[in-house]
């Protein structure tokens, strides 16, 4: 069974970067697919970014399109999100899930990923 651990959270500026990880445990890990998912507080958990196991396919909402980046480095067995371009509404908590299969019927919808990190925060000060 895959274990997921997010890191790379913290506090930037308007503008800013910052890259999240999301180490996994498991051999299996580069065939399953991965999301990213971002809580705010008072709102619903929402999809920001996912990738298919090889890295070649990638999917990102419309609020993070242009600005976030997903990458994998499977020989790591590490999911990336580079966050640029950061804005005070992109302040959550975020979340890396995965599942096994290759492509989910509804990649933004959480209830397809059977496996989730503890979730790393992020804050975005004006």
């Known amino acids: 069974q895959v274990q997921l651990v997010e890191s790379g959270g913290g506090l930037a500026q308007a503008g800013g970067s910052l890259r999240l990880s999301c180490a996994a445990s498991g051999r299996t890990f580069n065939s399953y697919y991965v999301g990213w998912f971002r809580q705010a507080p008072g709102k619903e958990r929402e999809f920001v970014a996912g990738?298919?196991?090889?890295?070649?396919?990638?999917y990102y909402s419309d609020s993070v399109k242009g600005r976030f980046t997903i990458s994998r480095d499977n020989a790591k067995n590490t999911v990336y999100l580079q966050m640029n371009s950061l804005k005070p509404e992109d302040t959550a908590v975020y979340y890396c899930?995965?599942?096994?299969?290759?492509?989910?019927?509804?990649?933004?919808?959480?209830?397809?990923?059977?496996?989730w990190g503890q979730g790393t925060q992020v804050t975005v000060s004006s």
């Open positions: 990738v298919i196991w090889s890295g070649s396919i990638t």
């Open positions: 899930a995965a599942t096994r299969r290759a492509l989910p019927s509804n990649y933004a919808n959480s209830s397809e990923y059977g496996t």
